[in-house]
T-cell receptor, first 114, second 112 residues
Framework: DAGITQSPRHKVTETGTPVTLRCHQT?????MYWYRQDPGHGLRLIHY???????DKGEVSDGYSVSRSKTEDFLLTLESATSSQTSVYFC?????????????FGQGTRLTVV | SQQGEEDPQALSIQEGENATMNCSYK?????LQWYRQNSGRGLVHLIL?????REKHSGRLRVTLDTSKKSSSLLITASRAADTASYFC????????????FGKGTHLIIQP
């Protein structure tokens, strides 16, 4: 696997609580992405980053925020978790825009909001 | 919105047979990629085919791309039990927001 570590790997949280998921890479890749994977929907892009402090929204960004203060770390925050955010979250990295190259994925974080 | 849509949703074949999966998409693309996901794991990149390419090979994998029909196929030859996984096609949005757009995947089961 490419050097991507997601933490935590599993988390159960209560509705209304804030949650932060971390993605850490050792590849020095410029681009980082957060996806969620749900049955019947495949993977959907939440947010992505194209450099330190440079982020943009994806298809399903409502209820999520991100931050990237260092090249190696990309944080995904659920400000107030809801049951609809129960999902498996994947971080991905790529050296350049994915219109040009492949993406490498982390192992995923399974989040359950009760 | 789903850009790539795989067909079939599920496929079960005997070990040694060939497996073919198809993907359709809706808008113009720069490239189309195929990924594999084993149960409970992250996605692994298999192959990338650019819009100006028609066919590409990698080991037992053969990918075709027909931009006029907005479709692609992934052929796995001489399947093995280890090929059991879900397979996803993914496309870029051709110059707009970054990030890949995935289909819902084909779940492939190789029977021993």
């Amino acid at each position: 696997d490419a050097g991507i570590t997601q933490s935590p790997r599993h988390k159960v949280t209560e509705t209304g609580t804030p949650v932060t998921l971390r993605c850490h890479q050792t590849e020095n890749h410029r681009y980082m992405y957060w996806y969620r994977q749900d049955p019947g929907h495949g993977l959907r892009l939440i947010h992505y980053s194209y450099g330190v402090k440079d982020t943009d929204k994806g298809e399903v960004s409502d209820g999520y925020s991100v931050s990237r203060s260092k090249t190696e770390d990309f944080l995904l925050t659920l400000e107030s978790a809801t049951s609809s955010q129960t999902s498996v979250y994947f971080c991905a990295i790529s050296e350049s825009r994915v219109s040009n190259t492949e993406a490498f994925f982390g192992q995923g974080t399974r989040l359950t909001v009760v | 919105s789903q850009q790539g849509e795989e067909d079939p949703q599920a496929l079960s074949i005997q070990e040694g047979e060939n497996a073919t999966m198809n993907c359709s998409y809706k808008t113009s693309i720069n490239n189309l990629q195929w990924y594999r996901q084993n149960s409970g794991r992250g996605l692994v990149h298999l192959i990338l085919i650019r819009s100006n390419e028609r066919e590409k090979h990698s080991g037992r994998l053969r990918v075709t791309l027909d931009t006029s029909k907005k479709s692609s196929s992934l052929l796995i030859t001489a399947s093995r039990a280890a090929d059991t996984a879900s397979y996803f096609c993914a496309t870029d949005e051709g110059g707009g927001a970054d990030g890949l757009t995935f289909g819902k995947g084909t779940h492939l089961i190789i029977q021993p």
